[in-house]
């Protein structure tokens, strides 16, 4: 078998490739137009971010906010608000953005590390109890991949030990869980606004909390007698508009990966997301669709993921986890058997798409079909 053959000879399902993100959209244009005419467009104080610290905090319900120059920088920041020092131990998910564990590691603190739940991506919160010690500063919890966390378990674990609930929602901007917003559960919360997420300036991230000293310790190390991980106007002017889109964008994804859920469903040798994620309770944020393949299945995942992208389609393997990671760099709870079977057999779908027309996500789901079907032949 040659994966490299396409499908069915011919021509790629999207022959012009994956279509563009973020979208060329007159809102921005005539927001950022307005900020250069302004003449205030490159500064890092000004109306524009006023505006959308405030429209961050009155989305999210939270007091406070600190915009920066990335998501990465935003955990971190999120980190240290959360009063974490070197020699502090922080829980996370050993399948998690590869940043985070940066972020620990560049405090001076010691990654723990806690396995994802069967077929999840997200952490298992039963293992938090079991990870706890008396260096725990902090639970580092990311809704990944469209799927939200147990975060309501992880809370209550950690107001019983006294520590702090850190929320990463960098891939999962204005998603829900019971019509609350995800990142107002824990103490403080990370946002990013890098060039390919859901809410795009180029750069840039926000850290989100109610805490009036959990600010000042995010605000006192970014601010060196100069703003060292600034956001500026100009990246304000591209945000702002995208703040109101949101919403209905987040509704027309949703439509799409339940099409492509479905279509999954079909095969027996792949799975998406369980019923919880598209569960009525929840409004789920699709930064990233998550296909699993499962165990046993007659084809594997660099062979699925060649078939699909010479077809144009933008799927990519997920995360490699930490499980491997040495001793020495971090704690590991238990054998994070689910972590590792994440990190083998994810595959990621790039959101884009999910904003197509509905031919094209019937051109996608029976794409995803076929290259299971062609496969298994
Ligand atoms: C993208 C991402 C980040 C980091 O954001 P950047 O703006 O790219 O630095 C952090 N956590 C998660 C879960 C992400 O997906």
Not at 26 to 34: E, R
Not at 170 to 182: E, I
Request: proline letters at 4%; one cysteine or more; aromatic letters at 6%.
């Amino acid at each position: 078998m040659n994966p490299l053959l396409k499908i069915e000879g011919g021509s790629p399902a999207f022959p012009d490739g994956p279509p563009a993100w973020p979208v060329a959209d007159d809102t921005i244009a005539d927001s950022v137009n307005a900020a250069i005419a302004s003449g205030q467009w490159g500064l890092y104080e000004g109306k524009l971010l006023e505006q959308t610290q405030a429209q961050l905090q009155s989305m999210w319900g939270l007091a406070h906010s600190q915009l920066c120059c990335s998501g990465t920088v935003a955990v971190e920041l999120a980190l240290r608000a959360a009063g974490v020092k070197a020699g502090d131990e922080v829980i996370l998910a050993a399948y998690d953005f590869p940043g985070n564990f940066r972020a620990i590691e560049a405090i001076g603190a010691r990654p723990v590390l806690v396995d994802v739940l069967a077929g999840r991506w997200t952490m298992d919160p039963q293992q938090v109890q079991a990870a706890l010690s008396s260096e725990t500063r902090a639970v580092l919890v990311s809704h990944l991949h469209g799927e939200t966390a147990d975060i309501e378990s992880v809370v209550a674990i950690a107001k019983e030990a006294q520590i702090r609930v850190v929320e990463d929602v960098c891939q999962s901007p204005g998603a829900t869980l019971n019509g609350r917003m995800l990142g107002t559960f824990g103490d403080v919360a990370s946002l990013s606004f890098g060039g390919s997420k859901l809410l795009s300036a180029g750069r840039g991230g926000a850290v989100l909390c109610n805490d009036e000293t959990m600010l000042q310790r995010a605000r006192i190390f970014a601010n060196r007698g100069n703003d060292a991980f600034p956001f500026s106007q100009i990246q304000a002017a591209l945000l702002l508009p995208q703040l109101g889109q949101l919403e209905e964008y987040s509704r027309r994804r949703l439509l799409a990966v339940r099409k492509v859920a479905t279509e999954v469903a079909r095969s027996k040798w792949l799975h998406c997301l369980d019923h919880l994620s598209l569960h009525a309770d929840v409004m789920p944020a699709f930064y990233k669709v998550p296909l699993l393949i499962n165990e046993g299945a007659p084809f594997d995942r660099a062979s699925f993921l060649a078939v699909v992208q010479q077809e144009g389609i933008m799927l990519a393997e997920g995360f490699r986890g930490f499980a491997k990671r040495s001793d020495r760099r971090c704690r590991k709870i238990g054998d994070l058997k689910h972590a590792r079977l994440a990190a083998a057999r994810t595959m990621l779908l790039h959101h884009p798409i999910l904003l197509s027309s509905q031919s094209d996500i019937e051109k996608l789901t029976d794409t995803l079909g076929r290259a299971a079907a062609y496969l298994m032949r």
